[in-house]
């Protein structure tokens, strides 16, 4: 269900663009995100972090794009979140709290050079990510970027989630793969 709701937003995008056009999507990113927290504090009674600043990110650059008419600033929002997680998960490090430890730490112990691994891994995707979006959303027809923000990024970002869960699970000590049989 936690899943589902994670891609409300970005079905609800895709489809009123579909419909009728990237001003109209825009508004509805911003109400579907906005939907998307009340439902999550509704389930369970709390809210993450990442959706506040994708709330806040998407209200920002969704309200410029509506109020200028001017698809440039939903098209930034992309690379300005994806570079924002990049700097994050590298400041935290830097500093000697890993979010992606903090976050999974519990379910997954493994030695702390493997999460200097993972986090570096996702702050290199993350900045990839980012440029790469800039160059779809300039150089390519918006056509052509609503679909590679939808389902390019997702698509990527799912393969790199599960070939992180893999890397975490070959690092993880035997006789805690065997308390999961």
């Known amino acids: 269900m936690k899943q589902l709701l994670d891609f409300l937003p970005l079905v609800i995008f895709f489809i009123v663009y579909k419909t009728y056009d990237i001003y109209v999507a825009s508004g509805a990113l911003i109400a579907a995100t906005a939907l998307q927290l009340i439902i ?32 440039a600033f939903i098209k930034w929002k992309v690379t300005i979140v994806y570079l924002f997680f990049a700097i994050g998960l590298a400041v935290s490090h830097l500093m000697g709290k890993s979010l992606l430890k903090s ?54 970002t799912l393969v790199n989630t599960v070939a992180t869960v893999v890397y975490l699970f070959k690092h993880l000590p035997k006789d805690s793969l065997e308390d999961k049989k």
């Open 40 to 71: 999550s504090y509704m389930l369970y009674k709390k809210l993450e972090k990442m959706h506040l600043i994708t709330f806040a990110m998407v209200t920002f650059f969704g309200s410029l794009t509506l109020i200028f008419h001017d698809d």
């Open 103 to 156: 976050m999974l730490g519990q379910e997954m112990q493994v030695p702390d050079k493997v999460w200097a691994n993972v986090t570096w891994y996702w702050v290199v995707f993350f900045a990839i990510c980012g440029i790469v979006n800039i160059y779809v959303a300039f150089s390519l027809p918006l056509e052509t970027w609503v679909n590679f923000k939808v389902f390019g990024l997702t698509a990527l």
